[in-house]
C-alpha cells in the first residue's frame, strides 16, 4: 500500500506567529499583564474580549496597560495579544463633518467613515528647519484680538480663565469665523459632559460650520483612555490635513481635564506623585502635543496648524502648575476675568494681562494702522475713570473727551457671542473711531451703527470689501472712498 508523504515546505501554510500575555490584575482602567517580554512603550495590545490596550510602561517581569474601552469584559487570566506595531489611526478627508472619539471610531449616526491611510497618534514634531516664520494673520473675528492681540497662523494662544467666563466661546467664534476661508476646524472635547458638547455641536450646525469641521468627543462618559487620547488624535487629523497644504485650526477644551485623567492613570500605575499629585512628566505630556504646532515649509506641504488650548483656573490663580507649565510652551495667552464678566463685557478678556508674542507682525497694514494706539487709549480711559470716581469737582474738556472716546471703544470691543466680525469690518470701525466720529454719539447710537454700516456700505459698492481684503491696506482710493461713504451715513442715520 502506498502512503503519499506530507510535502515539507508547502507554500500553502500560513503561520500566524503571536506574543500572547496574560492579565494578572486590573485595577479599573490599567492593566498589570505578565508575559510579553517584546514589548515597547506605545505599543498596541488586544484583549481576549476585543478590547485595545495602549502600553504606558513595563518592569522585568510586569507590563502596564491602559485600556482603550470597556474594561467589564476583562478578567485576571485572560490572554493579551501583542499586536506589534504602534499606535496609528485611520484619517481621510470623510472625516470632516463627522464626530469621531479618540480611537477615530464613529460617535454619529452617519456611517462608516472610509479611511485612505493611517497615522502615527504619538509623533515627533517638526524640526526648526522644516517650518518657516509666522507671518500670516489668522482672523478669530473678535475685534479685541484681532486689533490688539493678534494672532497668526501656526500660533499656540493659550485661552485661561475661570469656569464661566467665557472661554470655550471665543473658540467656537473662532471656528465660526474661517467659514469660506478655507480652514479646516477640530474641535476636541476632554473630560466634559456629553451635554456641553451637544450645545458645541448644535451651534456649529446651526451656523453651517459643521461642513468644515471635525469634532473629537473625548467626553467624561467615555472610557479614561479615549479621553487621554483624545488632543493627540485631534492633533493627527489637523497634521493629515496640514500635510495637504491646508490652514488647520485645533480647539482644545481643556487641558486642564486632561492633566486630570492622565494624574489619575500615573496614581494607578504607582508612579511617584509630585507638586499636586501630578506625575513627573505631564509637562512632556503636553508640551510633545504644544510643538506639533507650527507653519510647514512649502516642501513638506506648507500647511499650517493653529492651537487654541484651553485651560481652567480657579478664582484667578494663575500660578498653578499646569497653568504655568502650558503659559511656559505657548505663544502667548488671553486671560479671561470673572470680573469683567460679571459687568458685561464679553468677550471678557483683561487685555492687561494678555499678551500674543507674534506681535503686530502677522497683522494686515490696515489693522495695523488703524489699531496703533488703541490699547494706550483703552489703558488711559480706563485710569481716568477710576480718578473720576474718587473726584468731586468737574472734569477739563480733554478728559470728557478721553471719557467719551474710551466709552466709544468698549462699545467697539463688547461682542455678542457666536456673532464674529471680519476684519475688514473692524477696520471700518476702528477708522471711524480714529476721526473722532463715534465721540459724540450715543451708546445706542453705536450699537446701531455697529449693525448698519456693513450692509449700508455693502448696497453703495459691492466689491469695497473685497477691495480692501484683496490689498489689506487702505489706499488713497479706498481710504477715499471709506470716507464718503461714512459722510454719507452720517449724513442719513444720525
Known amino acids: 500500500m502506498n502512503k503519499t508523504k506530507p510535502k515539507r515546505g508547502n507554500s500553502d501554510r500560513k503561520f500566524d506567529v503571536k506574543e500572547i500575555g496574560h492579565v494578572a490584575s486590573v485595577r479599573k482602567f490599567v492593566i498589570i499583564a505578565t508575559g510579553l517580554p517584546y514589548c515597547v512603550n506605545g505599543q ?46 485611520p484619517v481621510s478627508d470623510a472625516f470632516i463633518g463627522r464626530i469621531v472619539n479618540g480611537l477615530c471610531e464613529v460617535q454619529d449616526d452617519l456611517g462608516v467613515i472610509r479611511a485612505d491611510e493611517t497615522l502615527p497618534v504619538f509623533k515627533v514634531a517638526p524640526g526648526v528647519m522644516e517650518r518657516v516664520p509666522l507671518k500670516e494673520t489668522f482672523e478669530t473675528g473678535a475685534l479685541l484680538l484681532d486689533a490688539i492681540i493678534p494672532i ?52 456649529l450646525m446651526e451656523k453651517d460650520a459643521l461642513s468644515y469641521t471635525v469634532v473629537v468627543s473625548g467626553v467624561a462618559s467615555l472610557s479614561t483612555g479615549e479621553q487621554y487620547l483624545a488632543p493627540y488624535t485631534a492633533c493627527m487629523l489637523g497634521e493629515y490635513f496640514m500635510s495637504k497644504g491646508k490652514d488647520v485650526f485645533v480647539v482644545f477644551d481643556d487641558l486642564t481635564k486632561h492633566a486630570w485623567v492622565y494624574r489619575q492613570i500615573s496614581l494607578l500605575l504607582e508612579r511617584a506623585p509630585g507638586r499636586e499629585a501630578y506625575p513627573g512628566d ?13 507653519y510647514l515649509k512649502p516642501e513638506l506641504g506648507g500647511g499650517s496648524m493653529t492651537f487654541f488650548p484651553i485651560v481652567e483656573i480657579l ?13 511656559s510652551m505657548t505663544d502667548g495667552q488671553l486671560y479671561f476675568s470673572t470680573a469683567l464678566f460679571n459687568k458685561g463685557f464679553k468677550p471678557a478678556i483683561d487685555f ?21 494706539t488703541l490699547r494706550l487709549d483703552y489703558i488711559q480711559y480706563k485710569e481716568l475713570l477710576q480718578m473720576t470716581q474718587l473726584r468731586t469737582t468737574g472734569l477739563s474738556q480733554e478728559a470728557e473727551l478721553r471719557l467719551k472716546r474710551g466709552e466709544a471703544i468698549n462699545q467697539l470691543i463688547i461682542q455678542d457671542k457666536n456673532k464674529p466680525i471680519a476684519v475688514e469690518e473692524q477696520i ?15 451708546v445706542s447710537q453705536i450699537k446701531q451703527f455697529k449693525q448698519d454700516i456693513f450692509k449700508f456700505i455693502l448696497a453703495r459698492q459691492k466689491d469695497f470689501f473685497s477691495e480692501l481684503r484683496k490689498t489689506k491696506e487702505l489706499n488713497e482710493d479706498l481710504k477715499n472712498k471709506l470716507n464718503e461713504h461714512l459722510r454719507e451715513y452720517f449724513k442719513q442715520k444720525v
Open 152 to 203: 497668526a497662523k501656526g500660533q499656540r494662544q493659550l485661552i485661561i480663565g475661570d469656569r464661566l467666563t467665557g472661554k470655550t466661546t471665543v473658540g467656537i467664534d473662532a471656528i465660526l469665523n474661517q467659514k469660506g476661508k478655507d480652514v479646516i476646524c477640530i474641535y476636541c472635547c476632554i473630560g466634559k459632559p456629553y451635554s456641553s458638547l451637544l450645545k458645541v455641536v448644535r451651534t
Open 315 to 327: 478664582q484667578g490663580d494663575v500660578t498653578g502648575y499646569i497653568s504655568t507649565n502650558i503659559i
Open 352 to 372: 492687561g494681562l494678555s499678551v500674543s508674542r507674534i506681535g503686530n507682525k502677522a497683522q494686515w497694514k490696515a489693522m495695523r494702522e488703524a489699531s496703533k
Open 428 to 442: 471700518v470701525y476702528l477708522n471711524v473711531l480714529n476721526q473722532g466720529m463715534l465721540d459724540v454719539l450715543s
Open 44 to 89: 498596541i495590545v488586544e484583549f481576549a474580549s476585543g478590547v485595545l490596550g495602549l502600553v504606558l510602561g513595563f518592569t522585568e517581569d510586569k507590563v502596564q496597560i491602559l485600556v482603550l474601552g470597556d474594561t467589564g469584559g476583562i478578567r485576571a487570566g485572560d490572554e493579551i495579544y501583542n499586536k506589534g506595531r504602534s499606535l496609528n489611526l
Open 282 to 294: 505631564i509637562f512632556y505630556i503636553h508640551s510633545q502635543l504644544m510643538e506639533r504646532a507650527g
